[in-house]
């Protein structure tokens, strides 16, 4: 089964096919889930998307290659009081290391209760997920110098950054003491290094 029946059945009916890119934030406290639309997006897997407009903008979302994990930024501008608190002041405890996913959303069937709007074709579909590093600021001041807008910024780091972090332990002989004094089982590991062995070696 395709991961998009409904889309490519649309498009090879000769419907049109259009996407937007949808974001969730996975606070402490709550999801955020975004979407760079001007009206509130409800998904076919009943999740309800809050509307960005143009006060919204992610980049840097590409495929880690040659070992790179490139970072990304989402930008929010114009944002209110709140949302400048929870980047200043909560974002060690609301934010930091919490998951952030990129999802795919197919449009394509105009939708009779809102002529301005597109149904949704198949579920959003996750493209990239990363985790929240750190928060930037920005204050465009007015004619009298005051902040007019403000704008915040979150720079995201891709998973595959861990790709070689060990979980919870390492295989070395001194953590496996630590867990289980006198156990042997790590105590040659160093020694396994770039060793050729042959087996069977009759």
């Not at 955020?32 to 897997?45: K, M, N, P, V």
């Not at 989402?74 to 919490?98: N, Q, Y």
């Not at 998951?99 to 149904?119: H, S």
């Not at 902040?147 to 979980?167: G, I, K, M, W, Y």
């Amino acid at each position: 089964m395709s991961l998009f029946p409904e889309t490519i059945r649309h498009y090879l009916a000769g419907g049109k096919v259009e996407a937007a890119t949808l974001v969730s934030m996975h606070f402490a406290s709550e999801t955020w889930r975004l979407w760079g639309g001007f009206d509130e997006l409800e998904t076919l897997d009943e999740a309800k998307w809050k509307a960005l407009g143009e006060f919204g903008s992610i980049s840097g979302i590409e495929q880690a290659t040659n070992g790179s994990a490139p970072e990304a930024t989402m930008t929010l501008s114009g944002v209110s009081p709140e949302v400048i608190k929870l980047a200043r002041d909560d974002f060690a405890t609301e934010a930091r290391g919490r998951l952030v996913r990129v999802w795919i959303q197919f449009f394509g069937v105009d939708d009779e209760a809102d002529p301005d709007n597109q149904r949704c074709l198949d579920n959003p579909y996750p493209i990239w997920a990363g985790r929240m590093l750190r928060p930037g600021f920005t204050f465009d001041r007015g004619e009298d110098e005051a902040p007019d807008e403000a704008t915040v910024s979150v720079t995201l780091e891709s998973l595959f950054v861990a790709r070689s972090r060990p979980n919870f332990a390492l295989y070395t002989d001194s953590d496996q003491q630590a867990r289980f004094p006198g156990d042997k089982g790590f105590q040659f590991v160093p020694s396994l290094r770039n060793k050729v062995l042959t087996w069977p070696d009759y």
